[in-house]
């Protein structure tokens, strides 16, 4: 694909995904995902080509400019679309499928300190919600979608749903029609279970509370019973 393609079609994912996009001239000039962006185009074409320190100063005046920060290794496919952009971080051995998504404060980073694959890959179609972090060289499969503030450090398949810390895939969709399949969710049935066994306790609470007298003095209903237990003797 030709650089004016590839670029023309990240302005018509900004037209695709966000309806507040009114024309392109503001999608050019007041969209930092946009502009961060078409800046990694330059300096991931220099760090192609192995020249020193400049892609990464490229990079560096990206992030002044954006707030958003892509190393200039990261590996990025077309339709790319960052909405809002602040706090988003790409490491350098990112790589990120076509028509992907990222809103505010999304982490792609790794945890190897060595010169190897150590930053996520994510196939195509997949949306990342705010302040995510998917941390390390594992592959999210593609059209998956990542609830906001979700910690993924695991491999996550196609068309799957992933919400909470750590992350958990609670959904797959059928491509073939649609129909999603909700998965078990062992955190929210122990909460459940909990919540049942409190009221269940509050239950015998009350009933404990209403056999000793009024519930705001225990001892006075324990004095009745003595009482009365020793007037039925004499």
């Known amino acids: 694909m030709s650089l004016w393609k590839s670029i023309k079609r ?20 007041a969209y930092p995902g946009f502009q961060a962006r078409q800046i990694h185009r330059l300096a991931h074409a220099l760090y ?25 290794g990261a590996k990025i496919g077309e339709g790319f679309f960052i909405d809002h952009g ?8 990112a790589e990120i499928g076509n028509d992907c998504t990222l809103y505010q404060g ?22 990342v919600g705010a302040g995510s972090q998917i941390i390390g060289a ?28 750590p992350g958990r895939v609670v959904a797959v969709r059928d491509p073939q029609n649609g129909t999603i399949e909700k998965l078990p969710d062992p ?20 009933t404990v509370e209403g056999m000793h007298g ?8 324990i004095e009745c019973s003595i009482l009365k237990v020793f007037g039925e003797a004499e």
Do not use: W
């Not at 990240?10 to 001239?25: C, G, M, N």
């Not at 999304?106 to 949306?127: A, D």
């Not at 592959?139 to 695991?154: R, Y």
């Open 187 to 206: 955190v929210a049935e122990m909460l459940q279970c909990l919540h049942h066994k409190i009221l269940e306790l509050e239950d015998r609470l009350s």
């Open 106 to 127: 999304v982490t792609l980073g790794g945890t190897s300190t060595q010169r190897t694959k150590r930053h996520p890959t994510l196939g195509n179609n997949v949306t």
């Open 138 to 165: 594992i592959t999210i499969g593609d059209d998956v979608k990542v609830g906001a503030g979700s910690v993924v450090v695991q491999n996550v398949p196609p068309h799957a749903t992933v919400v909470g810390v």
């Open 48 to 72: 192609k080509r192995r020249i020193p320190v400049i892609p990464r100063l490229i990079s560096h005046l990206s992030r002044f400019l954006t707030g958003i920060e892509i190393h200039p």
């Open 10 to 29: 990240d302005i018509d994912a900004v037209y695709e995904r966000d309806p507040a996009a009114v024309s392109t001239l503001e999608i050019i000039l």
């Open 86 to 93: 602040m706090g988003v971080v790409i490491g350098e051995t």
């Open 214 to 221: 009024d519930g705001r003095d225990g001892t006075k209903g």
